[in-house]
């Protein structure tokens, strides 16, 4: 369906004539003839292709002083296909620079999600100059076969060469994709992490020279199965207070208890063949609708870095375009923290004090109810909105942005019998879709009354980090009419903010 | 805050005063001044009680001719607290008879959550007569103790007498409860399935005489944790096309998905003694936000019988009285069917025909686009609607049910490029709260063009049942005033109608 169509729970404007839902669409409509075009939506301080579409992060490394950010990307339409990877380079991890296409689609397919690694010691025997360069590792799809090639680079992954062997691994298979290839230290071999979406399973090979692949152990049917497994990830992450776990992330999509796309991870030990889950349990990296294929960084000291794509299949060619479609996460760090019987991954964003624009509310504020603080807010501007306060039981603390024409978003902390966060983007009325939910929950422990909030709300997104960074929320939200006042409320009982920060972003 | 607020995202009427979703409040609230009492959210055709707060199902077992419903209730009050065992009794499963309370308060504490049995050779020697009896098994919970206690019906579950020798069960923990027994034929013992709840773990214990327990084994840190695992269960369940394979269910609460309360479960076999999960998947029974605390019937014939409450704790206190706030989900058949390499649960309510009202719609529809059926439908009637249709692929199905003042429930199946149900109640405007979500999402297999949906639509709740059971939807919602108009509507494309049948039921 078109943009404008707003889709309602299955229906369109025309289809809602009779009905009083109209009446909630009708002054967003005539708003958003009244905007700017399409860039109302472009995001700000979130990575988004100049044109086209983009999906799953791809290839993520640091590379002689630059992040590398590739990317699902269809250069031709704003609709997801013809496949690509492209490429953005940045130094600080918020402010990139889009770069020519790495890899295109070939006779043999589409370039399909994967990884890159730096062959350091030449181990590929593919840099004649043996000094090592860049691999990209990833799945050359048809529609009857997926199978895993690599390509070189020596230009710090500008352009890439195709390895006359390709495809390095193949099975056969029509859904066997996205390896995550990593140096494991102790054994001295790469390790490609992949998996059998269908099977639910996700497969671990091993190999010397990144041409010759041998299985050396699997993990799966576990956990949340969706329709496919997809996109797994496999990283050695610090528990606070020391040691360190592995962590397997595996996205599912379609089929998440929210609806369509959704990141789980299983908290555990790599011996360089077989991952052991410490438990049977799953976790969701986010309790958001818009949080998928997280990958992380190669070659990055201290604790991963991890950017997901912040979008969900459900309805990512129907959101509005900006006119591309689709953006990244900010990159989070990841840590492990270990709670009464439970593992927490925690997401601390990256510091955005290089895009960093005014304060627009700074300093505590005592404990009472009612509006603690409101400002206005600049036109079209990203915001950080950093929050550390103390609620009396049953107080609701929320941040809400809104607009003149009556819409609303809003993120809550309640302090009550279950104490929680919600972020609800059920008063935006730019774009909704019957796959859409209008908001989402995570429940904290009983009795937590103390906490923190961290939001990054861009021109199409909404980041929650919450509880030191064991809660992310991540969801698109699309004002029809830019929000221009943030307000901080207590409801239902007093609260006191040690912290209060809002400050605009650059983009 | 009080059930006239309408609280939404975390805000209340007054405090919407400027913005313009009060506009979408203000006429359902006139409304609501205008509707007959609070009975207009009164369940038609789903159990609750006349007065006070039901949530758990309990002792549920099919004894001398009679299903007895036993549940956690509050008879002092709509709100959760002094939990006593209701109980009501049925011949047929869908017309219910209140009766007396079964177990009460004691000195020692509520009577929690949990399960009857027949002691059919007196192996218990509590009943003199050596005919045996009902012994119902059930947490006695105090601030400080969980600890399972059984009491002795010689009447047919109408009064029960404590055993002298409680608690049978006393491990000195706070978080162990909701014991579910079983008979074990293969070894001729009574089983206990109970949780240690903020652990994580479902304990088995194994006795011959219900007075004496020995653990036996235990399974967990498995699925979705949530903050506690609640209201165990494990029968055996025929699969489709012969064998049978045993499930456990375990209800986690708070922390699901969708926020708040839901019902998993794990596919395995069971010796008696341990439970070996067949994979490491974890299933969610429900896609709604409504569904909780699932248990079976003890002693009825052919595929267990379940029965769920149909609430979540995130608001159960919340929602409109009418008077009585909780009320059950329709019982419904279990059995088992495999596709592809997963298991799924199939549901499939009780036969309504001793309720059944007047036919408001029947017979098929030829394949087209646009309004398929429609239909006035009697004020606050219960519906029953039956479809089984074949959609042109990018085809969107929907079932409405509307009124004058604008408000619209919907479910729908989108047969698009990814396919499945949303049971959509964004349309309804009698409640909100911060923590329901407007709508619930499963996806089908890709491809799914040929399905069946039913929806059993009482006055404050819809279950979707598609699939031929495999999807299962469960959502309270509240229409300000009630939905007067039922539209089957085919968008996007063609859509045939097989079957339709829309009947009343008779509450």
């Avoid at 983009?54 to 250069?75: A, C, K, R, S, V």
């Avoid at 399973?201 to 329709?227: C, N, P």
């Avoid at 309790?287 to 201290?302: H, N």
């Amino acid at each position: 369906m078109s943009d404008n169509e707003l889709p309602v729970g299955g229906l369109t404007r025309r289809s809602l004539g009779g009905l009083g839902v109209a009446a909630i669409l009708a002054p967003s409509i005539a708003s958003a003839r009244r905007m700017p075009g399409p860039d109302r939506y472009r995001p700000q301080v979130h990575y988004s292709p100049a044109k086209g579409f983009m999906n799953d992060p791809n290839g993520l490394i640091f590379h002689e002083g630059e992040y590398h950010l590739f990317y699902q990307h269809n250069p031709f339409e704003a609709k997801a296909g013809h496949v690509h990877w492209g490429h953005a380079v940045s130094s600080d991890l918020v402010r990139w620079r889009e770069l020519p296409i790495a890899l295109g689609e070939t006779a043999a397919g589409q370039a399909f999600s994967g990884s890159a690694v730096y062959d350091r010691g030449n181990t590929s025997g593919l840099f004649p100059s043996g000094a090592g360069g860049l691999v990209a590792i990833y799945t050359r799809a048809s529609d009857t076969k997926q199978a895993q090639e690599i390509a070189t680079s020596t230009d710090r992954g500008r352009t890439f060469s195709g390895y006359p062997g390709n495809p390095v691994l193949d099975v056969g298979s029509a859904s066997f994709r996205d390896p995550k290839v990593l140096w494991h230290a102790p054994t001295r071999r790469w390790v490609m992490v992949v998996v059998r979406s269908r099977e639910h399973r996700v497969m671990f090979y091993a190999s010397s020279d990144l041409k010759h692949w041998s299985e050396v152990g699997s993990f799966g049917h576990a956990g949340l199965l969706g329709i496919d497994y997809e996109c797994p990830d496999l990283v050695e992450v610090p528990v606070e207070g020391g040691g360190t776990r592995w962590v397997l992330f595996v996205s599912i999509n379609p089929g998440a208890p929210l609806g369509g796309s959704a990141v789980q991870y299983f908290v555990g030990t790599f011996d360089g063949r077989r991952f052991e889950a410490e438990d049977g349990a799953t976790r969701l990296a986010d309790f958001g609708q818009d949080f998928y294929a997280l990958q992380t960084f190669a070659d990055v000291d201290g604790p991963p870095v991890a950017i997901a794509w912040m979008s969900n299949w459900l309805y990512s060619n129907d959101v509005p375009a900006s006119p591309s479609r689709g953006a990244m996460t900010l990159p989070r760090r990841l840590t492990l923290r270990r709670h009464a019987d439970d593992w927490r991954l925690v997401q601390t964003p990256v510091p955005l004090d290089p895009i960093a624009g005014s304060s627009i509310l700074s300093g505590p504020r005592p404990k009472r109810t009612g509006t603690l603080a409101g400002a206005a807010v600049p036109y079209g501007a990203a915001l950080e909105v950093v929050l550390r306060f103390e609620a009396d039981p049953g107080a609701i603390l929320s941040v809400r942005l809104r607009n003149a024409a009556g819409e609303m978003l809003s993120a809550c902390f309640d302090a009550g019998t279950y104490p929680g966060f919600v972020v609800d983007r059920s008063g935006t009325r730019g774009f909704r879709h019957r796959y859409m939910v209008d908001r989402a929950i995570w429940s904290a422990p009983q009795g937590t009354t103390t906490t923190d909030m961290r939001l990054i709300v861009d021109r199409s997104s909404i980041e929650l980090i919450g509880m030191g960074g064991e809660a992310s929320g991540t969801m698109l939200q699309y004002f029809a009419s830019p929000p221009d006042r943030l307000e901080v409320i207590a409801e239902g009982g007093a609260v006191a903010l040690m912290q209060l920060e809002v400050r605009s972003l650059n983009g």
